[in-house]
């Protein structure tokens, strides 16, 4: 059974930094494209940030240079570090694992996580 279970989300202030967690159970991350997704109210979930077993990365326009996505191997964990947050941000925030390819729409996940809350305060 593949369990993926995000943690870190919280409450900031604008322009803060948070690192949120996604701890993997039941694959191994280097056969996965691993990434992150965010839903806010009232709108679809978007894609935020994925990284495919070679390192290789891809972002959201609206993310690029804020937020960095990273993986550990030993500990079957990916990373999603976010600086520089804003109000827009505040969504929440699931974890991915697709099978080959970057996957930028959800229909391509093969498994997600339950998610974790991120609110930013202006």
């Known amino acids: 059974q593949v369990q993926l279970v995000e943690s870190g989300g919280e409450l900031v202030q604008a322009g803060g930094s948070l690192r949120l967690s996604c701890a993997a159970d039941?694959?191994?991350?280097?056969?996965?494209?691993m990434g992150w997704f965010r839903q806010a109210p009232g709108k679809e979930r978007e894609f935020v940030a994925g990284?495919?077993?070679?390192?290789?990365?891809n972002y959201a326009d609206s993310v690029k240079g804020r937020f960095t996505i990273s993986r550990d191997n030993a500990k079957n964990t990916v990373y999603l570090q976010m600086n520089s947050l804003k109000p827009e941000d505040t969504a929440v925030y699931y974890c991915?694992?697709?099978?080959?390819?970057?996957?930028?729409?959800?229909?391509?996940?093969?498994?997600w996580g339950q998610g974790t809350q991120v609110t930013v305060s202006s």
């Open positions: 991915s694992a697709t099978l080959g390819f970057i996957a930028t729409t959800e229909k391509f996940v093969n498994y």
């Open positions: 039941g694959i191994t991350l280097n056969a996965y494209t």
């Open positions: 990284m495919r077993w070679s390192g290789s990365t």
